[in-house]
T-cell receptor, first 113, second 116 residues
Framework: GAVVSQHPSRVICKSGTSVKIECRSLDFQATTMFWYRQFPKQSLMLMATSNEGSKATYEQGVEKDKFLINHASLTLSTLTVTSAHPEDSSFYIC?????????FGEGSWLTVV | AQKITQTQPGMFVQEKEAVTLDCTYDTSDQSYGLFWYKQPSSGEMIFLIYQGSYDEQNATEGRYSLNFQKARKSANLVISASQLGDSAMYFCAMRVPWDAGNMLTFGGGTRLMVKP
């Protein structure tokens, strides 16, 4: 299958700072990438759809000014959590559409202290 | 709107036996894709198998097969000869290609535990 790489896999940041998570499609071009958030023992919650060269489409209830998404190239989308707070601590995972299938990155564990 | 239902929050299976994980879906669209993903404790989402709504044959990938019953709107995952490494969360998901955003809709997941 296609490969999506996400970095960093784990990050700890101080409250009030910003942190950037990168999502790269290594062997395919992803016009569309998706960002999900997952709370413990729950399913994945779609945060936003990232389209190359245009603004991301955010799901209802997701603060676009807090979760900045940039899809500057066909192989890279980034999620920046701005002014992070402890309640932003979560597992964030991205995915890219390749053909009929959606492939996921390894995910990023964010802890805000 | 699409909806995916996984009614089994947790399941046990004996090593080397087969297990079926249930998934039902609801959509008014005729064209859609069904997916199963495995999520081990590390968090990554591993793609297992895909079934298109127009595919006449049930999808198979190694020990994984998808029991697709379109009229009943079910897409159960069958894992044959379970292994200890199969212990993980399993998510059923659906994508409607023509829906805005092409996004996946996930079920609540089933935690599978393989007993030695």
């Amino acid at each position: 299958g296609a490969v999506v790489s996400q970095h960093p896999s784990r990050v700890i940041c101080k409250s009030g700072t910003s942190v950037k998570i990168e999502c790269r499609s290594l062997d395919f071009q992803a016009t569309t990438m998706f960002w999900y958030r997952q709370f413990p023992k729950q399913s994945l919650m779609l945060m936003a759809t990232s389209n190359e060269g245009s603004k991301a489409t955010y799901e209802q209830g997701v603060e676009k000014d807090k979760f900045l998404i940039n899809h500057a190239s066909l192989t890279l989308s980034t999620l920046t959590v701005t002014s992070a707070h402890p309640e932003d601590s979560s597992f964030y995972i991205c995915s890219g559409l390749h053909g009929n299938t959606i492939y996921f990155g390894e995910g990023s564990w964010l802890t805000v202290v | 709107a699409q909806k995916i239902t996984q009614t089994q929050p947790g399941m046990f299976v004996q090593e080397k036996e087969a297990v079926t994980l249930d998934c039902t879906y609801d959509t008014s669209d005729q064209s859609y894709g069904l997916f199963w993903y495995k999520q081990p404790s590390s968090g990554e989402m591993i793609f297992l198998i895909y079934q298109g709504s127009y595919d006449e044959q049930n999808a198979t990938e190694g020990r994984y097969s998808l029991n697709f019953q379109k009229a009943r709107k079910s897409a159960n995952l069958v894992i044959s000869a379970s292994q200890l490494g199969d212990s993980a969360m399993y998510f059923c998901a659906m994508r409607v290609p023509w829906d805005a955003g092409n996004m996946l809709t996930f079920g609540g997941g089933t935690r599978l535990m393989v007993k030695p």
